[in-house]
């Protein structure tokens, strides 16, 4: 089958997540055709639908629930993980959040899929950055700790009780306070600010750094 050689040969040593158009333009075929053919695979469970027109071979060894997340903003400002699932990912908490968190500037619904269930929650634009490339394995972008931790202040102010309970929380040695607080003063209403400032100090304080928010 010309699908199973593109995606074996063509595609497997560059990303285990691909969509049908990718497929189908490697192989010279159209959609549909790939598509048939996907799900063909797909039945003998040699790859996984994640959702329409996108697949995983979920045995690769780059694969992971977020090596899917760049494949789900094509044509818009991409999302990266923050929030409890990029704190646990740089060490910060031991809790496993049951979602994969991702921070984006649009309002998305959330996602259920054979592979994981990913919860976007959206951020004003002059908010959105802070990340870089994960540096274990797949292809996704992460929030830096400082980041992550100011995405869910962010979030609790704005949202309640949301995120207002966190584990316990252990900084890395080069955590940088000052970080959080420039993104503190980047937040424009002033009644979140401060209501965001506050949340910080009192964190602070608990975990034994020190800030001058």
Do not use: C
Not at 19 to 38: F, H, Q
Not at 53 to 66: E, M, Q, R, V
Not at 70 to 97: C, K, R, T, W
Not at 159 to 179: C, W
């Amino acid at each position: 089958m010309q699908v199973a050689k593109t995606i074996w040969s063509e595609m497997m040593p560059y990303s285990p997540v691909f969509t049908t158009l990718e497929v189908a333009k490697i192989a010279g075929m159209t959609s549909s055709n790939a598509s048939r053919d996907l799900a063909k695979l797909g039945d003998e469970g040699m790859i996984t639908r994640i959702k329409r027109g996108l697949w995983a071979i979920t045995t690769h060894p780059d694969f992971s629930p977020y090596a899917v997340i760049p494949h789900l903003f094509a044509g818009e400002m991409e999302g990266y993980v923050s929030l409890l699932s990029a704190l646990n990912l740089h060490g910060m908490i031991d809790q496993i959040p049951r979602v994969v968190q991702v921070v984006t500037t649009t309002q998305r619904d959330r996602l259920e899929t054979p592979v994981g269930t990913y919860e976007f929650h959206q951020i004003q634009p002059e908010l959105f950055g802070g990340f870089g490339p994960y540096r274990g394995t797949g292809n996704f972008n992460i929030a830096t700790p400082e980041k992550a931790l100011f995405d869910t202040l962010y979030l609790s102010a704005r949202k309640g009780r949301r995120f207002a309970y966190l584990p316990e929380i252990e900084v890395p040695d080069n955590f940088s306070a000052a970080e959080v607080e420039a993104w503190i003063a980047r937040v424009q209403l002033e009644p979140l600010r401060l209501a965001i400032a506050d949340r910080w100090k009192k964190l602070a304080k608990k975990i034994g750094i020190r800030n001058d928010a």
